[in-house]
């Protein structure tokens, strides 16, 4: 189990912002263009916030919906924000030179593929780091076990096709900026289970996974 409080000292370009201020931890939704349902199950990041309340000992805020734009200075307030959604997605060049920037500069981007998301994220992601791929992390990364143990890589959790889950990874000057899981849908887990049809055992290994996640990118 972590052990420690972790408290928020990024300093984006030299500006301190309103989470920095607080100490607290938010969890943040990436608007986009391009079609794409970006805002589809905001219950998800509020229980997830609340799991992690109860579960380790992370300063997070009031657990509410966040929402944040690329093209606002906003962005620089959280170091971890989150993409998802059914369809497609479209960064201007203008978005794809801000997201890079605060993805160099400290921020973490975890995108969670919602079965419909797939090519256009790694064709817009492509945009903001041309010269690196998304690599496939192995089962003994750090990742998979800082806080609960995944021996067997990301756990299945909304079921559409068969395929196995996969997380895939960008790094940037050695430090993974960019989580991309695929065919497992873990924020689906963390929505109200009005919204899905997944059992609770289910519903469990999505917020320990999801748990994992967050503690990686704000301790790395």
Known sequence: MLFFALVFVFSFFG????QQKTGK??????????????????SAEVNMMNYLKKNTSIDVDDAKFYSVDIASDEIFDYPFIIITGHGSIEFTATEVKRLRKY?????FLYADDDY????????????????????ELPFN??????HYSFPN?????????????????IWNNGRLCVYYTYETNITDGWADTKEHDDPQDKRDESFRMGTNIIVYALSN
Do not use: T
Not at 15 to 18: K, S
Not at 26 to 35: D, E, T
Not at 125 to 132: D, N, Q
């Open 25 to 42: 931890f938010r969890i943040a939704r990436l608007k986009y263009s391009g079609g794409g349902d970006w805002y589809n199950d905001p």
């Open 153 to 169: 890589g990301l756990p299945k959790i909304h079921e559409h096709d068969g395929k196995p889950p996969q997380g895939f990874g």
């Open 103 to 107: 993805l160099e500069n400290g921020g």
């Open 15 to 18: 500006e301190i912002h309103a």
């Open 116 to 135: 419909g998301m797939d090519e256009s994220f790694r064709k817009e992601i492509k945009k903001v780091f041309p010269g690196e791929e998304l690599k």
């Open 141 to 146: 990364h750090k990742i998979y076990s800082i």
